[in-house]
C-alpha cells in the first residue's frame, strides 16, 4: 500500500481539490483529508490497471508495478485495501466537515469511481483492446468514465468542503468535466512523443496494446493538441465567475496541456 | 457482478445484520440497504479470494468461479466494483437513518474490511499457505481478521440502525465476535467432513492448498466441535439482557455449528 501511494507521482486529484476548495472560499485545510482519501482511491485504480490481467504493464511513474515486487495477489489485495481506506478515512474526518456533508461526499466518490465510472470505463477500455474498430463515441465513453469522472469528483468533492452553493457545484463540475478530457488526450499525446524519463512510463505502450487514443480517432495530434487547447479554454470560461480565487484552477488547467509527464 | 452477487450462498452477514435490528427494536427495513451493502461487500471478498493469484478456486456456491466464466480482469473489476458499489448504496440511504449513524456504519464497515481486517486475514492467509508452520495464534488472528471482523460489524451495524445504547452495541460486539470464530471452525470441519454437493465447494480443499486449520491446530475435529459449542454459549450469554426480540440472533448462534453448507 506505501509503495504505491507514496511513490510521488503528481498528485494532480488532490491537488484540483484542494484547489477548488480554495477557489470557493473554503477551508483548504479541512479538504486535506479528502484529497488523501482521492489519492488512495487513484493508487488503487493503478495498481490494479497494472495488472497482468488487465494492461500487464511492468513501469510506473519510473518504478516497478505493484505487482512485480510483490507478487500479484498481494498487489490486489494492496487494491482493495486503498479502496477501502479511502471510504473509512472520509468516514473519520467529521470533526471539521459536517456528517451530511461527509455523506454526500462519498456518494459522490463512490459513483465516480464505481461501475457506471471509473471502473465501467476501465472495463470498456479493457474489451475495447485489440477491438476491430473504435468509434469516437466510444473513445470519449472510456475516457470520460476512465479519468474523467473522477477528476471531476476530485475538484467537485473540494467545493462541497469549501460549501460551494448548488450553482458553483455546476460550474466546478464543467471545469471538471473539460481539464479531465484534456488531460486524457495529453495523456494519449505523450504515450506518442513524450520522453519516457519524464512520463515514467513506457512511450508507445498504447500502440503495443492496439488501444485506440484521441490522436489515432479524432484526426492526428494536431488536431488532438487543438482540442485540448478548446477543453481548457471551455474549463477556464466555466470558473471565471468565481474571480481571483479560483486563479489556482487556471494555472492548473493550462498545466493539463502543457506537462511533459 | 450481478453472476456472483444473485448466485445464492446463505446471506448470513445480512440476516445478522437484520436479525440484530430486531433484537435492539429498530425499524428492520431500514437496515435492508445496508444489509444488502454488505453482502455486495462480501461478494466482491469471494470474487477476488478465488483468482487465480489467490486461492486458485474454480467452484463456489456450487457455480463456476467469477473468473473461470468472465476472465480474470472481469473478475478483478466486478470485485472492485461491488466494494464501492457497497458504500456508494450506504452513503444513499440518508432517508430512514440520521446523516450521524450513515457515516458510523461505513466507517464501522470499511474498518471491518480493511487492511487491518478482512483484506489484512486473508493476506495473513495467503502468506501462511504452505508455510513450515502455523502457530495458534496466527492462526486465530487470521480467522478473527478475514471472516470474524466482517461478520462482527454485521451485527454491530444492524444494533447502529436500530439505534442500540453503547452498552448493547458492546453486547452485539461479542456476540459477533463469538459467532464469527464458530463460524469459521464449522468451515473447516465441513471442508474435512462435508458434503461438496452442499457446501458447494470442493471438500479437502484447505488439505490440497496446505492452509492451516482449527482442528489442525487445535487438537482434531471432535475438539474443534466441543470449542465451537462453547462459543456459541458465549454468543447466546452475552445477548440474553435483550430478551425474546434477540431470539433470531440465539437461532442464528445455534445454526452457525448446525449448518451443512
Do not use: W
Not at 479541512?30 to 497482468?52: G, R
Not at 467537485?156 to 479531465?180: C, D, H, M, S
Amino acid at each position: 500500500m506505501r509503495y504505491s501511494l507514496l511513490s510521488g507521482g503528481k498528485r494532480l486529484r488532490s491537488i484540483l481539490c484542494l484547489a477548488a476548495c480554495e477557489a470557493v472560499g473554503g477551508d483548504v485545510a479541512a479538504a486535506l483529508p479528502f484529497a488523501a482519501a482521492i489519492e488512495m482511491l487513484h493508487a488503487y485504480s493503478l495498481i490494479h490497471d497494472d495488472l497482468p490481467a488487465m494492461d500487464n504493464d511492468a513501469v510506473r511513474r519510473g518504478m516497478a508495478t505493484n505487482h512485480i515486487v510483490f507478487g500479484e495477489g498481494c498487489a490486489i489485495l494492496a487494491g482493495d485495501a486503498l479502496l477501502t481506506e479511502a471510504f473509512t478515512l472520509m468516514a473519520r474526518r467529521t470533526d471539521t466537515v459536517s456528517h451530511r456533508r461527509v455523506v454526500s461526499i462519498i456518494q459522490k466518490l463512490g459513483e465516480a469511481a464505481g461501475s457506471l465510472g471509473m471502473v465501467g470505463g476501465q472495463f470498456a477500455d479493457l474489451q475495447a483492446q485489440g477491438a476491430e474498430e473504435v468509434s469516437p463515441k466510444q473513445l470519449l465513453s472510456i475516457h470520460t468514465r476512465k479519468t474523467g469522472a473522477l477528476i471531476r469528483a476530485s475538484v467537485q468533492i473540494g467545493g462541497i468542503v469549501g460549501q460551494a452553493n448548488p450553482k458553483t457545484l455546476v460550474r466546478l463540475g464543467v471545469y471538471g468535466e473539460k481539464i479531465g478530457l484534456a488531460f486524457q488526450i495529453a495523456d494519449d499525446i505523450l504515450n506518442i512523443e513524450g520522453d519516457a524519463k519524464k512520463t515514467g512510463k513506457a512511450v508507445g505502450s498504447d500502440s503495443t496494446h492496439q488501444k485506440a487514443t484521441y490522436p489515432g480517432i479524432y484526426g492526428g495530434v494536431a488536431q488532438a493538441k487543438r482540442d485540448a487547447l478548446r477543453l481548457v479554454d471551455d474549463a477556464l470560461e466555466a470558473v471565471k465567475p468565481l474571480g481571483l480565487p479560483a486563479d489556482r484552477l487556471g494555472q492548473i488547467a493550462h498545466y493539463m496541456i502543457k506537462r511533459q509527464k
